[in-house]
């Protein structure tokens, strides 16, 4: 059973927007944080966002601030990223990843601290 399945991407032009999804086969609360990630060609993978199932704490790397909004609803096992403004940039293969380890200010952007992750889905942003 693939525990967490990505949905939503697509092409889009410079300025727009997309909201990804993300189902979690069991219930996404029991894991400590739940983020996004993105990787494009040639590139590491990178955090973009990370909320913390407890407090519903919100962290983003800096490129994407203002324009990006993660979310999560517990009753539908469901993570969200909302893509506003999009830019060249930030088209990548987007993966959402889940935690079962408690989350630290110093790795919440860590991939390799992320033991639960979707297949991806591919974000393009013409200009």
């Known amino acids: 059973q693939v525990p967490l399945v990505e949905s939503g991407g697509g092409s889009v032009q410079a300025g727009g927007s997309l909201r990804l999804s993300c189902a979690a086969s069991g219930y996404i609360g029991s894991y400590y944080c739940n983020g996004w990630f993105r990787q494009a060609p040639g590139k590491d993978r990178e955090g973009v966002a990370v909320?913390?199932?407890?407090?519903?704490?919100?962290y983003y790397r800096d490129s994407v601030k203002g324009r990006f909004t993660i979310s999560q609803d517990n009753a539908k096992n469901t993570l969200y990223l909302q893509m506003d403004s999009l830019k060249p940039d930030d088209t990548a293969m987007y993966y959402c990843?889940?935690?079962?380890?408690?989350?630290?200010?110093?790795?919440?952007?860590?991939?390799?601290?992320?033991?639960?992750w979707g297949q991806g889905t591919q974000v393009t942003v013409s200009s």
């Open positions: 909320i913390y199932t407890g407090g519903r704490s919100t």
């Open positions: 990843a889940a935690r079962t380890r408690p989350c630290g200010a110093a790795t919440r952007f860590a991939s390799y601290e992320y033991d639960r």
